[in-house]
């Protein structure tokens, strides 16, 4: 295989299934090594049992870092990773599973070792990694809340963390890369999202991860973005039934296989000088975010009073546009 990524070393959290297993693919049309990390847990991030849609028993899932299979040999046991692993390796591709935890430091430590031992170089992360608790915020208990910020945030934190201070390390050393990160929002991070509170500020933070690392890695030859995807998942089909449904016939918009191609450009050589943006991104769609900026003003030039800051504000506020609603709303 040979394309824009050739030679290139992706590592793809959440790889198992739905967007994740799309971009391993993609990647490995695109001529890339790939590790693809998935835990291997149900919807909501529990361990995944015989009954669990999608989700085939797997005896003895760990929940501690994975150790890699040698490239060339099927990956054991029948995990999610190693399926995808499997089916790259079929179409004559590179792949090899890893089934940590990546919201563990030992979890993205071993991520990140395990592309190097077995490739010798890292270039890409694509940190896609999540599950959903969703609850109303009345009903939103404090572990739901915790499990969905560690997952998401967390689980993108860490593997950036460790890949960083590798290509860091190589900065040092001489050899600067050309490295690249993509972090996974949502439009929920964007907007919100209805009965998602917990999900919606764990992207939201990502967003904002994301433009920190992308100022602070630059001096390291490391390219950071973020997608805000909208595409058929375990995540999606069933809180999104209607939208998300397969048409019978014609282009379907949601697959997870749109959004792949967009994915797969920021992660390689080929968009350099593309960095601290967010694409909103689905079925034939590209959008860029343009995000917070400085809307109409008013300086007094002293401290306002309650009443005068209400009336100012509420002046200020006939000169923008509404907000944009919150999803299901």
Same mark, same amino acid.
Not at 4 to 33: P, W
Not at 273 to 284: A, I, M, P
């Given at each position: 295989m040979s394309? =824009?990524?050739?030679?290139?070393?992706?590592?793809?959290?959440?790889?198992?299934?739905?967007?994740?297993?799309?971009?391993?693919?993609?990647?490995?049309?695109?001529?890339?090594?790939?590790?693809?990390?998935?835990?291997g847990v149900s919807l909501d991030g529990t361990p995944a049992t015989p009954d669990t849609p999608d989700t085939p028993a797997t005896p003895d899932t760990p929940a501690h870092p994975g150790t890699p299979d040698t490239p060339g040999t099927p990956a054991t046991p029948d995990t999610p990773a190693a399926r995808v692993v499997q089916e790259i390796r079929a179409a004559g591709g590179e792949a090899i599973a890893h089934t940590g935890d990546i919201a563990t430091t030992?979890?993205?430590?071993?991520? =990140?070792?395990?592309?190097?031992?077995?490739?010798?170089?890292?270039?890409?992360?694509?940190?896609?990694?999540?599950?959903?608790?969703?609850?109303?915020?009345?009903?939103?208990?404090?572990?739901?809340?915790?499990?969905?910020?560690?997952?998401?945030?967390?689980?993108?934190?860490?593997?950036?963390?460790?890949?960083?201070?590798?290509w860091r390390a190589e900065t040092k050393a001489g050899r600067t890369p050309v490295a690249r990160i993509v972090n996974t929002g949502s439009g929920a991070g964007l907007l919100g999202s209805l009965g998602q509170g917990n999900y919606s500020a764990a992207k939201a933070g990502i967003i904002g991860l994301t433009?920190?690392?992308?100022?602070?890695?630059?001096?390291?030859?490391?390219?950071?973005?973020? =997608?805000a995807p909208a595409a058929r998942t375990r995540m999606t089909e069933r809180a999104f039934a209607d939208t998300m449904a397969a048409p019978g016939t014609g282009f379907d918009a949601m697959a997870p296989d749109n959004v792949s191609p967009l994915v797969v450009w920021?992660?390689?050589?080929?968009?350099?000088?593309?960095?601290?943006?967010?694409?909103?991104?689905?079925?034939?769609?590209i959008t860029v975010m343009e995000g917070w900026h400085p809307g109409p003003t008013a300086d007094k030039g002293t401290r306002w009073t309650p009443a005068e800051a209400g009336d100012t504000a509420r002046a200020l506020l006939t000169r923008t546009p509404p907000p944009r609603p919150v999803y299901g709303t």
């Open positions: 394309g =824009i990524c050739d030679g290139r070393v992706v590592v793809v959290t959440g790889a198992g299934r739905g967007l994740g297993r799309a971009h391993a693919h993609a990647y490995a049309a695109e001529g890339a090594r790939l590790v693809v990390n998935d835990l030992e979890g993205a430590a071993s991520l =990140i070792h395990t592309a190097l031992q077995t490739y010798g170089r890292l270039d890409t992360l694509v940190n896609n990694a999540g599950f959903l608790r969703d609850r109303m915020l009345v009903n939103l208990d404090e572990d739901d809340w915790d499990a969905v910020v560690r997952v998401h945030l967390k689980g993108h934190f860490l593997p950036l963390r460790h890949a960083a201070a590798h433009l920190v690392a992308a100022a602070e890695l630059a001096r390291y030859g490391v390219q950071v973005n973020a =997608i920021l992660g390689s050589a080929a968009s350099e000088g593309v960095t601290g943006r967010v694409f909103e991104t689905e079925g034939g769609r």
